[in-house]
Nanobody
Framework: QVQLVESGGGLVQPGGSLRLSCAAD????????MGWYRQAPGRERELVAT???????NYADSVKGRFTISRDNANYTVYLQMNSLKPEDTAVYYC???????????????WGQGTQVTVSS
């Protein structure tokens, strides 16, 4: 069994910063990629940022220059540093990992439970 445990959400004023963390726990052989997605009320879930095991990153245009994704491979943890937050960043943020549980496994997709980020004055 594998779980993704997120932390770091909350309420912040426009222009402020937050840092999200997500740790993968359980039977894990390797993690191909980790990332963050978000879903605002009435909207579909969208990609925020992803990072591969080789630290190649990909960002949504709306967060480029403001958000930074990083990863601790040894501890199966991914971070999202969010700066210059805007009200439109308000959403539930979900951690994602594509991983293998054993060396004979195929890549599987896992999701965290979500953490609320609210940007408001």
């Amino acid at each position: 069994q594998v779980q993704l445990v997120e932390s770091g959400g909350g309420l912040v004023q426009p222009g402020g910063s937050l840092r999200l963390s997500c740790a993968a726990d359980g039977s894990i052989f390797s993690i191909n990629s980790m990332g963050w997605y978000r879903q605002a009320p009435g909207r579909e879930r969208e990609l925020v940022a992803t990072i591969t095991s080789g630290s190649n990153t990909n960002y949504a245009d709306s967060v480029k220059g403001r958000f930074t994704i990083s990863r601790d491979n040894a501890n199966y943890t991914v971070y999202l540093q969010m700066n210059s937050l805007k009200p439109e960043d308000t959403a539930v943020y979900y951690c994602n990992a594509v991983l293998l549980r054993t060396r004979w496994d195929y890549p599987r997709n896992y999701w965290g439970q979500g953490t609320q980020v609210t940007v408001s004055s």
